[in-house]
């Protein structure tokens, strides 16, 4: 059964730092490239960064370049988002997926989703 359970959010000032974690069952990392989204309210859902261990390709939005990285560790079949220099528009939930699409546009055609985890970047 394919699971994939994202942790890590929470509140955090202006600037500061947090990593979220997408740890991942039923599957290997190299089978699917994962992809981290955000949707912030009334907003539409965002891509923000994915990543292919298949062909080593990593994508991030223009929104977050510089700002965030994103990081596997196969042996914990984890994958990490680093978001550093946070702003308060990185406010959203964060969902992490799984699919079979990480290219210059981004993620694309997820098959599986986690249930996401909130991030508020407020003073």
Known sequence: QVQLVESGGGLVQPGGSLRLSCAVSG????????????????????GVSCISSSD???YYADSVKGRFT???????NTVYLQMNSLK???TAVYYCAAGFICSGSGPRGMDYWGKG???????
Not at 29 to 46: H, N, S, T, V
Not at 70 to 76: H, L, P, Q
Request: aromatic letters at 12%.
């Open 56 to 58: 080593g390709t990593t």
């Open 117 to 123: 985890t909130l991030v508020t970047v407020s003073s």
């Open 70 to 76: 994103i990081s596997e560790d196969n042996a914990k």
């Open 88 to 90: 308060p528009e990185d």
């Open 27 to 46: 599957f290997t990392l190299d089978y699917y490239a994962i992809g981290w989204f955000r949707q912030a309210p009334g907003k539409e859902r965002e």
